[in-house]
């Protein structure tokens, strides 16, 4: 069926022919309707190309269709990593936010936000400005803070959703 030893072109064709279709369904599964459209096409190219790159490690061909599932997972966890939504709680939003007719909107949002920081436990709360306002790396701030790398991701993720709740129970609509 394949000749995985070389990259020869019909062949790589007819492998992406049956499988293009297998890569966009893991893909779209795997974002749960996080990525756009674009963002989905990117993601099916990129598994491609590295399948492309990769193309003589593999030996059996009935390892093939997990070996690409694996890849498109792998490619849209990274590709979800590089859209991740940063939200900035800089102070210069309140002098913009004059000039805006929708300032009252903005500025109330804003303290919302900040009130309900306010709730979290001090380290879960300097974490979070660390990583979101400083834009701290987050092994920078796992030396600063004395803590392992997978401690703060943890507790950066944990603190997220904490503040989604208290921010949702307090009226705020998160629009995308």
Do not use: C
Not at 92 to 98: H, L, N, P, R, V
Not at 124 to 152: C, G, H, R, S
């Amino acid at each position: 069926m394949f000749g995985f030893k070389s990259k020869n072109n019909a062949d790589f064709d007819t492998l992406f022919n049956e499988y293009n279709a297998y890569v966009f369904k893991v893909v779209i599964n795997e974002s749960n309707n996080k990525l756009t459209k674009e963002d989905i096409e990117e993601t099916v190219s990129d598994v491609f190309f590295l399948l492309w790159k990769n193309y003589g490690k593999i030996k059996n061909e009935k390892k093939t269709k997990p070996y690409i599932g694996k890849i498109a997972k792998n490619a849209t966890k990274n590709k979800l990593r590089k859209i991740k939504e940063q939200y900035s709680f800089d102070e210069t939003i309140f002098s913009k936010a004059e000039d805006n007719a929708h300032s009252y909107h903005v500025k109330d949002s804003v303290n919302m936000v900040r009130n309900e920081l306010n709730k979290l436990e001090e380290t879960d709360k300097q974490l979070f400005l660390m990583y979101y306002y400083e834009n701290k790396k987050i092994k920078e701030i796992a030396v600063l803070k004395d803590m392992k790398v997978a401690t703060v991701k943890t507790k950066l993720h944990r603190t997220r959703k904490r503040l989604k709740k208290l921010l949702e129970r307090s009226g705020f609509k998160y629009e995308r």
